[in-house]
């Protein structure tokens, strides 16, 4: 599992460098990734600050949040492959920090009501949440430290 609060810690204490918190996240999605199915996008490349209170910490981003980075597909097949022009606030300010926007997560259509194919990590045959459920299941999972959430019908 995969802890914000302990990856902070250790890159702190110089035990883990910014790069290398990245790089256990990364490890951890393509492990948890198959059986879960929480993830839309991932960035290949990301860039990773060496400086900032959340440096080293990388990010899910639901899929209705826009990142000039990674594609924002609104969990709908009408937004495949779609990039928008400019982040959206939150992950500016995300970035600013030092945070890195390194998967979009799994969403319903539109943030709708429709349910997306994420499994709950803890129990396969149960919901993993409605229109977040990919940010829900990732962390969950222990593949991200982080992820973002939107509140539209109770889910979050």
Do not use: C
């Not at 250790?10 to 035990?15: K, N, S």
């Not at 951890?28 to 490349?45: C, F, L, N, S, Y």
């Not at 400019?86 to 890195?100: F, H, N, P, Q, Y």
């Not at 259509?109 to 994420?118: E, G, H, K, R, V």
């Amino acid at each position: 599992m995969l802890s914000l609060v302990d990856l902070r810690t250790r890159i702190e204490a110089g035990t883990l460098t910014p790069e290398g918190a990245v790089r256990l996240v990364e490890a951890a999605v393509a492990q948890g990734e198959p059986g879960v199915r929480a993830i839309a996008a991932q960035d290949p490349a990301p860039s990773i600050p060496a400086r900032g209170p959340l440096a080293g910490i990388a990010v899910g981003i639901k899929d209705i949040i826009d990142t000039a980075h990674l594609p924002t597909q609104m969990g709908s097949p009408l937004y495949a492959g779609w990039r928008p022009k400019a982040d959206a606030a939150i992950v500016s300010r995300l970035k600013s920090l030092g945070a890195v926007p390194l998967v979009k997560t799994t969403t319903s259509p539109f943030a709708s009501l429709d349910p997306t194919a994420t499994l709950n990590p803890s129990a396969p045959g149960r919901s993993p949440g409605g229109s977040s459920a990919g940010s829900a299941a990732s962390v969950a999972a222990g593949m991200l430290p982080l992820a973002l959430g939107t509140q539209t019908g109770g889910s979050v």
